[in-house]
Nanobody, 126 residues
Framework: QVRLVESGGGSVQPGGSLKLSCQTSGYKYSGSCMAWFRQTPGKEREGIATILADGGTTYTADSLKGRFTISQDLSKNTVYLQMNSLKPEDTATYYC???????????????????WGQGTQVTVSS
């Protein structure tokens, strides 16, 4: 059974930091792409960052570069999202996702991801 379990969300003041974790199990992590997305009510899911399990090539959305960093621990089959200098507009539910049918590298399009976590809430407010 495939499982993606996010953790690390919570409430933080503007300018603060959070590190999200996504523990995966039930599939071959090697060869997959992992990604972080976020979504607020009434809006489309927004791609944040991707990482290729083999080799660790990363991509971060231009609007979030410099503040958000994706990483992984291959020994734990876990992907992380370090979020710094958080702003109120970063408030959202954050999801990790796995693409286990990688063809030509990772994509930030959510339709390519076949497994999803349940999400973790991040609230940035003073």
């Amino acid at each position: 059974q495939v499982r993606l379990v996010e953790s690390g969300g919570g409430s933080v003041q503007p300018g603060g930091s959070l590190k999200l974790s996504c523990q995966t199990s039930g599939y071959k992590y090697s060869g997959s792409c992992m990604a972080w997305f976020r979504q607020t009510p009434g809006k489309e899911r927004e791609g944040i960052a991707t990482i290729l399990a083999d080799g660790g090539t990363t991509y971060t959305a231009d609007s979030l570069k410099g503040r958000f960093t994706i990483s992984q621990d291959l020994s734990k089959n876990t992907v992380y999202l370090q979020m710094n200098s958080l702003k109120p507009e970063d408030t959202a539910t954050y999801y990790c996702a796995a693409d286990t049918q990688v063809r030509y590298g990772c994509t930030i399009l959510p339709t390519y991801y076949n497994y999803w976590g349940q999400g973790t809430q991040v609230t940035v407010s003073s």
